[in-house]
């Protein structure tokens, strides 16, 4: 069965500090992988996705994500974040034939000024 | 972009009441639609797929005759909480996914209803 972790409940970083998100899942075939963020009080919206070739995909709102294969991740980064990005994370996969996404527990990001 | 409403946004209701949730896709056409549960904290748990026109597929340990799910149309799908028990409170997010040109299409969510029951 398909299972995503993310290992942060919870980050806290000062405004223009780099940011990088992880992701693991356990999945025994091909992957499609997935980013949304949830902004409070706000439904969840596509970052970025992966299906195949480049492995560093490039989201929206200067988010990117690189699939490494060998090690199952699927890390999100941002080289600089803003108060704005104050958000909850979910990284999420779905296998082969678009089954449904599976997500992880979600990170917490909070950019204090 | 894809736009998913879900309706009620809220509902409180007493127990043993049924709740009806509705998911609409609003500028695409959903052949498939899944609904979520999330409990504080943790993450979405799938609870069934369905595809219009078809019985709804359940994940395991999701009660079909407790959770009814209807997707009559290819813009909307609906979620029934019969005879709903404070057990049932939860946050409750539909979803759906563009299925029109067969390439692999990401999934749309809706703002998710809160039920809770007193």
């Known amino acids: 069965a398909q299972s995503v972790s993310q290992h942060n409940h919870h980050v806290i970083l000062s405004e223009a500090a780099s940011l990088e998100l992880g992701c693991n899942y356990s999945?025994?075939?091909?992957?499609?992988l997935f980013w949304y963020v949830q902004y409070p009080g706000q439904h969840l919206q596509l970052l970025l996705k992966?299906?195949?070739?480049?492995?560093l995909v490039k989201g929206i709102k200067g988010f990117e994500a690189e699939f490494i294969k060998s090690k199952f991740s699927f890390n999100l980064r941002k080289p600089s974040v803003q108060w704005s990005d104050t958000a909850e994370y979910f990284c999420?996969?779905?296998?082969?034939?678009?089954?449904?996404?599976?997500f992880g527990k979600g990170t917490r990001l909070s950019v204090i000024a | 972009g894809a736009v998913v409403s879900q309706h009620p946004s809220w509902v409180i209701c007493k127990s043993g009441t049924s709740v009806k949730i509705e998911c609409r896709s609003l500028d695409f056409q959903a052949t498939t639609m899944f609904w979520y549960r999330q409990f504080p904290k943790q993450s979405l748990m799938l609870m069934a797929t369905s595809n219009e026109g078809s019985k709804a597929t359940y994940e395991q340990g999701v009660e079909k005759d407790k959770f009814l799910i209807n997707h009559a149309s290819l813009t909307l799908s609906t979620l029934t909480v019969t005879s709903a028990h404070p057990e049932d409170s939860s946050f409750y997010i539909c979803?759906?996914?563009?299925?029109?040109?067969?390439?692999?299409?990401?999934?749309?969510f809706g703002d998710g209803t809160r039920l809770s029951i007193l």
């Open positions: 992966y299906f195949s070739g480049d492995p």
């Open positions: 979803s759906a996914r563009d299925g029109g040109t067969g390439i692999i299409q990401p999934q749309h």
């Open positions: 999945y025994g075939g091909t992957v499609n």
């Open positions: 999420a996969v779905n296998g082969a034939g678009n089954t449904p996404l599976v």
